[in-house]
């Protein structure tokens, strides 16, 4: 029997960290979680140990979400942990909330007074989190004609439960909710730069479509992807139109990020912010990062196909969502799963293969050519 996406990767042998606690992955490399309130209902962060400027302590990778339980978790881990050394460096692989929700707590010393640490991040990261944690001049939080934001953008796309709209613009302050402050400045990190972690270089791989420009790391001397969100082992990296960019094509700037990540050795270990780190057996090399990756072209071939089955009779992408997602969704999840859904329609859109017709009250609906 044909084994499941799921069965066919290989997870490395390694504890799962309880709350507040740590696990080892190679010298110096330590595996953290922390909880999240959403369904997705954790996520993993690194503790990297480092000397810059001649200060010996902690890079943190990705911080976590702005919430009392994971500020609790954090203060475990740095009391059991931390072996008395400070944050030296917050290093953020991208600018949502589960990854950058504490990055200026933790830098601010997290309630201990003992350090103050630099963010890294790429500029377009940095920037997008300040303009949504200000809901700046690309979100319109009131409703006038033509105001960009989630409700409007879901109701031209058909959602249109008055109940279901109402609540999508109470949700605007989403993200300030769950990150309470961003750092007023920041350490710019480049696509290809390599940083100095520790005794050891970290290659920094730039992915597009999950966010704006998405920072994965890569040590060759010790083997570590920590891939962020760009490669998970269950779950499929979200890759949404926002409404601020309606006729996006991120799928195509993900798939084409996936090339980036497939030169790397099948034996990779990969560090994903979701799920258990997985690589392959260096003798059999099946089930890591280029089977992931495999099962990830596939798994959006087939999205693409069952979207384009279903628009051989004009629909919304409301209307398209149930086809690719088939649970029950709560508000959270809808707002991924009709993101990703315009996703892949604008995808087809742009490959041709679909046409978008704008409806008398102003909709959009697709149709196969
Ligand atoms: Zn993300």
């Not at 890591?288 to 087939?302: A, N, P, S, V």
Request: glycine share 8%; hydrophobic share 40%; with cysteine.
């Amino acid at each position: 029997m044909k084994k499941s996406p799921e069965q066919a990767i290989r997870y490395a042998d390694l504890p799962i960290p309880e709350i507040g606690q740590i696990t080892p992955i190679a010298k110096g490399v330590y595996w953290v979680r922390m909880p999240l309130p959403f369904a997705l209902d954790h996520i993993n962060l690194w503790m990297l140990e480092d000397s810059l400027e001649g200060v010996k302590g902690w890079t943190v990778i990705d911080a976590g979400v702005g919430t009392e339980a994971t500020r609790a978790a954090w203060r475990q881990v740095i009391q059991n942990h931390f072996q008395g050394l400070p944050i030296v460096r917050v290093l953020c692989t991208h600018y949502h909330p589960d990854h950058i929700g504490l990055a200026a707590w933790l830098g601010n010393g997290a309630d201990t007074g003992r350090w103050t640490a630099p963010l890294w991040i790429n500029y377009a990261e940095y920037q997008t989190a300040r303009v949504f944690l200000g809901a700046g001049a690309s979100i319109k939080l009131d409703e006038g004609a033509g105001a960009v934001n989630m409700a409007s953008h879901f109701h031209r796309h058909g959602i249109n439960d008055p109940d279901t709209i109402e609540k999508l613009r109470a949700r605007s302050g989403h993200f300030p909710s769950l990150v309470p402050e961003v750092p007023d400045s920041f350490v710019r990190i480049f696509p290809n730069q390599s940083i100095r972690i520790g005794e050891h270089h970290w290659h920094v791989i730039a992915g597009y479509g999950h966010s704006p420009e998405h920072c994965a790391l890569y040590c060759e001397d010790l083997n570590l992807l920590i891939s962020g969100d760009m490669v998970l082992p269950k779950i499929s990296t979200n890759m949404s139109v926002w409404p601020q960019e309606p006729d996006a094509d991120p799928l195509k700037l993900y798939l084409d990020s996936l090339h980036a990540f497939e030169l790397l050795p099948d034996d990779v270990l990969v560090l994903p912010s979701h799920g258990k780190p997985f690589g392959a057996d260096p003798g059999s090399r099946a089930g890591g990062i280029k089977e992931r990756i495999t099962q990830l072209r596939e798994h959006h071939r087939d999205r693409l196909d069952e979207t384009r089955e279903a628009c051989r009779e004009a629909k919304h992408a409301c209307e398209v969502m149930p086809v690719l997602f088939k649970r029950q969704l709560d508000l959270h999840q809808l707002t991924f799963a009709m993101g990703e859904t315009i996703a892949h329609l604008n995808h087809l859109w742009h490959a041709g293969v679909l046409k978008r017709v704008t409806q008398p009250d102003g909709s959009l609906k697709f149709l196969t050519v």
